[in-house]
């Protein structure tokens, strides 16, 4: 591919990946998108969705796609992990997704549609438990954790100029590309 052909092929992908979401926005600011109607329910408030809806339809399969999606993403991740805590890492936040959604789907779409109203909006509640397990995983298996060591080691290893770090004691504690080339 040529710089041009790369550069368009972003921006078609982008447009591809956008476009879904504005148009649903577009859709529930001049009209009903979501909810025909709220519920009173013990806890609260539910919502009525529209029955028979294509736009309902495509907006549910539209999130659950991009839900779905990145679970494949960090399955795949976790599958081609070199290290067994990222492996761990990818199997929680796999986990957690799936539950959270299943959750998520029965409560607010799944119910609902079935003319069973008594649990009130609670996907933005249930969402903690994927934003807890995420927290979990980031924690316990120490995603995203950056050392000295770690930090310096990578810089060492990316710089273009030839590096050769040596101990207190002289002897060569690290040695970048550029330098193991030239001896």
């Known amino acids: 591919f040529t710089a041009k052909k790369a550069a368009k092929r972003s921006w078609v992908l982008l447009a591809l990946l956008y476009a879904p979401g504005l148009v649903f926005l577009a859709r529930e600011n001049m009209g009903v998108l979501m909810a025909v109607d709220f519920r009173f329910v013990l806890f609260g408030y539910a919502e009525v969705p529209p029955q028979l809806s294509p736009w309902y339809a495509a907006f549910v399969l539209y999130q659950a796609g991009y839900v779905l999606a990145a679970l494949v993403i960090i399955m795949r991740w976790g599958l081609s992990a070199g290290l067994i805590r990222e492996k761990k890492q990818a199997l929680t936040m796999g986990w957690v997704t799936v539950v959270s959604l299943v959750l998520c789907c029965i409560a607010d779409i799944l119910l609902p549609n079935l003319g069973i109203f008594i649990l009130p909006g609670i996907s933005s509640v249930l969402i903690l438990i ?27 290893k990316v710089m273009n100029e030839m590096l050769i770090l040596l101990d207190h004691h002289g002897h060569i504690d690290a040695i970048n590309q550029k330098a193991e080339r030239i001896f």
Not at 142 to 149: A, E, G, Q, V, Y
Request: proline share 0%; hydrophobic share 50%; no cysteine.
């Open 130 to 156: 994927w934003a807890g397990g995420i927290i979990y995983a980031i924690r316990r298996y120490r995603l995203m954790t950056m050392t000295l060591d770690y930090a310096s080691r990578r810089i060492v």
